[in-house]
């Protein structure tokens, strides 16, 4: 990912620079360590950018949980910044890319966006962790009358469909860069026809990290409509096993099960599995009857919260495991006197948000953006306002 390495500096004259600067809007340092912050507004979006200092080289790159899809946007923020502030480059990898199509954003949604999101198909079917996007867009151009979510947390793999979205003039699929372990509960009940989840990762050393979970598996079911199923394809023996007992351990299911069942479109690791004559085990649960409606009402706000004299030494440091959620401020930077910038963990153990939350002086905000709207999350974000209060 885009990044540079600079000549060490006296960072404390970004302070000066601020008032003129046409992209950086504030400078957050560590408690502790020497690693800060730069809050940037470019292209119509804010974001974070690390700094790390060395004693040969300071590293300015990303921030993981602020980055934006367009990789463009980084490499402009960074070279714009690195201008303003006259840095003497060692080396980057910021260089533009002019050859490649530009993304399709109307077909990039953001989780925000399913709060009140209006669908333009009368059926949806979701994809979890789309990879090349072979099968989503197999899927797409042979189901037409079908609204098809691709869900991707690797960033290049959604950039690539995205571009194959526009090249093949397709209309009906989004591509959402997000956990869909958090992004089903912003569905409505019974709105998908199937969800796929082809080849996830086993992690067999952090099961909590799966996708299949009881939790997921409830979901599924509410989000599906009565017939619809969740489709499971993995080629590891230990996810298969943990899938079936996940499964039958609910008191009612229907569950299908074929090992090395040929599909119409493969990916390129399928195909060298089969090369391998490695098996590959498919599970279908079928949902068996309708759901109530979610209503969720929930606030995010930070309404009676804002940055008091002494509150960084009186934060928890360890992170806090409540009744079915925990919170953890992971780290806290310093914005000159009177503001703060938390980085926190927070919610389901196997689904956690992680989010920036800006206090100053006379108010508090999540930056950039607020937590999916989950009971979990909910549960979470009051007991951050209790002790940011």
Known sequence: ????KVTPFDTSAIEQQLPASKILTFRATALKGDDELLG?????????????PDEKATLIKYDKVTRPLKVNLLKEALDKVSKELDLEIQSSNIALSNTKPALSSEYFKKIEDFENMTYPKEKISVEVGFGSGRHLLHQAQKNPDTLFIGLEIHTPSAQQVLRQIELLGLDNIWVVNYDA???LEMLPSNSCEQIFV?????WDKKP????????????????????????????????FWYALET???????EVEVRKNEALEVTSKYEARWRRQEKDIYDVYVKCRKNSEPKELHIDFNFNIVKYKKGLEKKLPQKAMVLDGYFVHFERIYKIGEEKLLIKCAFGSFDRPEHKYILLEENSCRYFVSPPVKTTVNY???????ELLH
């Open 181 to 183: 372990r958090l992004f």
């Open 208 to 239: 909590h990290r799966r996708v299949i979970s009881p939790s997921f598996l409830d979901e599924s079911m509410r989000v599906l409509r009565k017939g619809g199923r969740l489709e499971l394809r993995t080629d590891s023996d230990k996810y």
């Open 198 to 202: 082809h080849f996830p990762v086993p």
């Open 40 to 52: 940037v507004e470019h292209g119509g979006e804010e974001f974070l950018l690390q700094i790390k």
């Open 379 to 385: 549960e979470a974000h009051k007991k951050i306002v």
């Open 247 to 253: 499964f039958f351990a609910v008191p009612k299911v």
């Open 1 to 4: 990912m885009p990044h540079l």
